[in-house]
């Protein structure tokens, strides 16, 4: 079978990646194609597009880069129809994917959404698109099978991808002294700081995070360097600190931390599954924070948090640090975290409260023989 997957953040990267080893366990002929990262392109197949040239976050970032967004999608779909498919799989990115969903199904293609979009957070309108051009649908959120059932979407819902991602590496993983070793690291405490997978992220959120540095000699702060950007690109940030940084080594380096600072996304939930208490913040220009104010206010948006872990919970079972104030604030609940221990207790509960809702294992291998066994049957 020929598979065409499109993904748009590290995160879909990810995820496409573990997708695709599974599939291939069950369609040893497996041809893919794809918009994805260096993990989907370890996995096999041909790299069209890498995310790192699609990723925008905010209203002005995409107006901005809208050229570069519309020749992607134009560039998607001529690549599709050369390639022809034999299934198309999305997987989130909602703004770019539900335009490939409808014109892949103006050529009577099929199409699969893994990881579908977050409609319980930004409104129902593009209900109606993912009834008429998506064929089959995934999710990974456990409350968000009755939120789509609701609005007359069958969705399948196999648990969370990350909780294997998780356990096979913490199967694998090498000693605190190796990871330390081999990134010079002294024997202090560690503070993990992730500051995202996108430039836009990590120069607002990082220089928040750093300022904090100054207040913890007794400990060392080190940064979870993203796949897709180059380490220069930190070392302007980090001129003259202490802050370390380790790259493509997020697993390995919460494994062995304390506590971590993290921006909102994936990493928050990441974060709680390693059991580390962890404060999250998001920083964004000030247009994009104004203009989210007035969607919240209008009740465009219909989320009470922005971390996955407190969304997940429907609680704040984590702290969250929004634009103003953020260096200040963080100490603040750094301190709780390192110093309070019933504080730290209550956030590690919450964390187990988690993994006990959060879905059962082998989630990628499920939905991969899901998805290949429909494909036979048609």
Request: charged share 25%.
């Amino acid at each position: 079978m020929k598979y065409y997957i499109i993904a748009g953040e590290a995160s879909g990267d990810m995820h496409g990646a573990n997708l695709m080893k599974h599939v291939m366990g069950y369609d040893t002929k497996a041809d893919f194609r794809f918009f994805g990262g260096d993990m989907m392109k370890s996995a096999g197949g041909s790299l069209v597009r890498h995310y790192s040239e699609m990723s925008y976050m905010g209203i002005w970032e995409v107006i901005s880069n809208i050229g570069k967004i519309f020749r992607n999608i134009i560039l998607c779909k001529k690549d599709i129809i050369q390639f022809n498919p034999d299934v198309i799989i999305l997987i989130d990115y909602a703004g770019f994917n539900l335009r490939i969903a409808k014109y892949a199904k103006t050529h009577n293609l099929r199409v699969y959404y893994y990881i579908l979009p977050k409609l319980w957070a930004w409104g129902k309108s593009r209900a109606k698109k993912i009834r008429k051009y998506v064929d089959k649908r995934y999710v990974i959120l456990p409350f968000e099978v009755k939120f789509y059932n609701q609005l007359n979407i069958y969705v399948e819902f196999f648990g969370n991808p990350l909780v294997d991602q998780i356990e096979n590496f913490k199967r694998s993983s090498k000693s605190s002294k190796d990871f330390r070793n081999i990134n010079r690291l002294s024997d202090k405490p560690i503070i993990a700081l992730l500051a995202g997978s996108r430039k836009q992220e990590i120069d607002r959120c990082l220089p928040e995070m750093i300022a904090i540095t100054k207040h913890y000699p007794d400990y060392q702060f080190v940064v979870a360097g993203a796949v897709s950007i180059e380490e220069k690109y930190y070392n302007r940030i980090l001129h003259n600190t202490n802050v370390k940084i380790v790259h493509n080594q997020t697993y390995p380096l919460l494994t062995q931390s304390s506590a971590a600072v993290v921006t909102s996304g994936t990493a928050t939930l990441e974060t709680a599954l390693f059991n580390v208490p962890q404060v999250v913040i998001y920083k964004t220009s000030s247009f994009n924070y104004y203009f989210g104010q007035l969607l919240v206010l209008i009740k465009v948006i219909h989320v009470n948090f922005f971390s996955l872990v407190n969304i997940i919970l429907n609680k704040e079972a984590v702290k969250e640090l929004l634009q103003f104030k953020l260096a200040e604030n963080i100490k603040k609940e750094l301190d709780k975290i390192l110093f309070n221990r019933n504080y730290k207790e209550e956030i590690i509960k919450n964390y187990k409260e988690l993994r006990s809702i959060i879905g059962k294992p082998e989630a990628s291998k499920q939905i991969a023989k899901s998805i290949v066994d429909s494909l036979s049957q048609e």
